[in-house]
């Protein structure tokens, strides 16, 4: 099977688009500059697939319902740098395509708002503020004390950790409330939110009542599943965030942290 490869000028109106700037949040590395020969750049970025270019294992997040022309539309791409591209692409669990796709959104947006600013400006857009690391660090020890997010699921009340989901959705939506759109710490506590909503809805038609450990209930073992979910996606967002920041966590919360190969 043939791949669908990007053409050059969606290759082009992609880097353009995302100002050569990786649109990974948490990279924002500029991906062009001189070339020894002045008369040639250097570009480090790259076109990258959100949904695979081509059926098979060694290609991530490959989604049989496209179509040729929508796998090689620029829809179905985001501007990376290398080292972002080798990274989503061997982890694609961690990285699926609807982060991908968020990514991009947000990071296009970040690009209209630098082409409204001054140098000063952008480069203030581009650093974490105080309230960033502060916030981030609240985020984080609060989590630490949520056993919903990583105790073992034998020992789960499923209407507890329901009530537990819904104190972190309180938290989350406190800390947004006190963030501007274009930073990093917005777009993570946004998908996180996201999460407890999907959470929530997904066990809605469940009696969490009388619900209890039992791995041959079906309805055990949609919570398990829901609430396993939940825990991935908080867990890449806590890792990257400690990463950021250099914040301490604790070794409950290691529990759900992913193992980046």
Same mark, same amino acid.
């Given at each position: 099977?043939?791949?669908?490869?990007?053409?050059?000028?969606?290759?082009?109106?992609?880097?353009?688009?995302?100002?050569?700037?990786?649109?990974?949040?948490?990279?924002?590395?500029?991906?062009?500059?001189?070339?020894?020969?002045?008369?040639?750049?250097?570009?480090?970025?790259?076109?990258?697939?959100?949904?695979?270019?081509?059926?098979?294992?060694?290609?991530?997040?490959?989604?049989?319902?496209?179509?040729?022309?929508?796998?090689?539309?620029?829809?179905?791409?985001?501007?990376?740098?290398? /080292?972002?591209? /080798?990274?989503?692409?061997?982890?694609?669990?961690?990285?699926?395509?609807?982060?991908?796709?968020?990514? =991009?959104?947000?990071?296009?947006?970040?690009i209209k708002t630098l082409q409204?600013?001054?140098?000063?400006?952008?480069?203030?857009?581009?650093?974490?503020?105080?309230?960033?690391?502060?916030?981030?660090?609240?985020?984080?020890?609060?989590?630490? /004390?949520?056993?919903?997010?990583?105790?073992?699921?034998?020992?789960?009340?499923?209407?507890?950790?329901?009530?537990?989901?819904?104190?972190?959705?309180?938290?989350?939506?406190?800390?947004?409330?006190?963030?501007?759109?274009?930073?990093?710490?917005?777009? =993570?506590?946004?998908?996180?939110?996201?999460?407890?909503?999907?959470?929530?809805?997904?066990?809605?038609?469940?009696?969490? /009542?009388?619900?209890?450990?039992?791995?041959?209930?079906?309805?055990?073992?949609?919570?398990?599943?829901?609430?396993?979910?939940?825990?991935?996606?908080?867990?890449?967002?806590?890792?990257?965030?400690?990463? =950021?920041?250099?914040?301490?966590?604790?070794?409950?919360?290691?529990?759900?942290?992913?193992?980046?190969?």
């Amino acid at each position: 099977m043939s791949r669908d490869n990007f053409t050059k000028p969606t290759i082009k109106k992609l880097a353009e688009r995302a100002h050569y700037i990786c649109s990974n949040p948490e990279c924002k590395k500029m991906t062009v500059g001189p070339h020894a020969d002045p008369n040639k750049s250097t570009i480090t970025g790259i076109a990258a697939h959100i949904c695979g270019a081509k059926d098979g294992v060694k290609s991530p997040r490959y989604d049989k319902d496209q179509t040729s022309d929508e796998r090689k539309g620029i829809n179905n791409g985001i501007w990376l740098c290398h /080292d972002c591209s /080798d990274m989503v692409d061997k982890d694609e669990k961690c990285y699926p395509a609807t982060l991908l796709r968020q990514w =991009k959104k947000t990071h296009e947006e970040f690009i209209k708002t630098l082409q409204t600013k001054g140098f000063a400006s952008t480069l203030e857009l581009l650093k974490p503020t105080t309230i960033e690391i502060d916030l981030s660090k609240q985020l984080i020890n609060f989590f630490d /004390d949520r056993r919903v997010l990583y105790d073992l699921f034998e020992q789960e009340i499923p209407l507890h950790g329901l009530r537990s989901v819904l104190a972190i959705r309180t938290e989350l939506t406190n800390i947004k409330k006190q963030l501007g759109q274009a930073t990093s710490l917005y777009i =993570k506590v946004d998908q996180m939110l996201a999460a407890c909503r999907k959470f929530h809805s997904e066990l809605n038609d469940i009696d969490l /009542d009388h619900l209890r450990y039992n791995n041959s209930d079906p309805d055990w073992i949609k919570f398990v599943t829901t609430l396993s979910e939940l825990r991935k996606v908080f867990g890449i967002h806590i890792l990257e965030l400690s990463n =950021k920041y250099k914040i301490q966590i604790g070794t409950d919360l290691q529990q759900i942290l992913p193992t980046i190969t």
